[in-house]
């Protein structure tokens, strides 16, 4: 992948309609970074069947091909799956989506209780190897995947939210070998139609967010600018 702003020039390109009026008005300032909080961690949140399986009917109904599930063995806080969907003529690139952040509730603060059950997702370019099965972390190709887990679960483990706007940054650096990418941007997932955005089932709201992968430089500039 590349940075957001040339990952955007690049899907306009290919004539992918992008609302970014929406965005920037939901965009706040903000780094989220917990040095020094210690992480709570535990059994995995209990798994509702019937809730994955409404889940994931929603993710293949809108994301343009039926769903891989890459089923997580060992899961601590919450059990984080992910959801693989391949590119189509209307949508050409794959999307990655997490089935697991939602089965327990975020600690939000007054006023942003619709961010109280999540899913994040992300997309890759035509031709990314997305094998996550048989994937190491030293496979450059699943840091996406990688990415996307560690997002989930830090935020069950440190008690927070994350919410359109919300920047974090990789404690490590790059998040891969010869790449600048080290901040991770969620905003709404403006490449999928609005009624993709909310997931209501059993009497729960989900939201999505999409993970843009972003350079130092380029977080910079949305906390100066908004």
């Known amino acids: 992948p590349v940075g957001c702003l040339k990952l955007i020039q690049e899907l306009r390109k290919q004539g992918v309609p992008l609302d970014l009026e929406e965005f920037t008005d939901e965009v706040e300032r903000g780094v989220l970074s917990y040095e020094d909080v210690k992480p709570h961690r535990g059994l995995p949140a209990h798994v509702d069947a019937e809730w994955r399986e409404l889940l994931q009917q929603h993710l293949d109904r809108y994301l343009g091909s039926e769903g891989k599930i890459f089923h997580e063995i060992v899961s601590e806080t919450v059990h984080l799956d992910l959801s ?5 003529e209307e949508r050409p690139f794959f999307t990655i989506a997490t089935m697991g952040v939602s089965d327990a509730g975020l600690n939000v603060p007054e006023g942003a209780e619709e961010f109280r059950h999540i899913e994040l997702l992300c997309y890759l370019p035509v031709g990314w190897n997305v094998d996550f099965a048989n994937a190491t972390d030293s496979d450059e190709s699943w840091w996406p995947g990688r990415l996307l887990k560690q997002l989930g679960r830090f935020a069950h483990e440190y ?19 010869g790449s600048v990418l080290e901040t991770a941007l969620l905003v709404p997932p403006f490449l999928d139609v609005e009624e993709f955005h909310v997931f209501e089932a059993k009497g729960k709201t989900c939201r999505f967010l999409a993970v843009w992968p972003i350079t130092s430089a380029e977080c910079q500039l949305k906390l100066e600018r908004g």
């Open 84 to 88: 693989v969907h391949e590119p189509t």
């Open 159 to 177: 008690r927070t939210f994350f919410a359109p706007g919300h920047t974090i940054p990789s404690p490590i650096g790059p998040y891969t070998s």
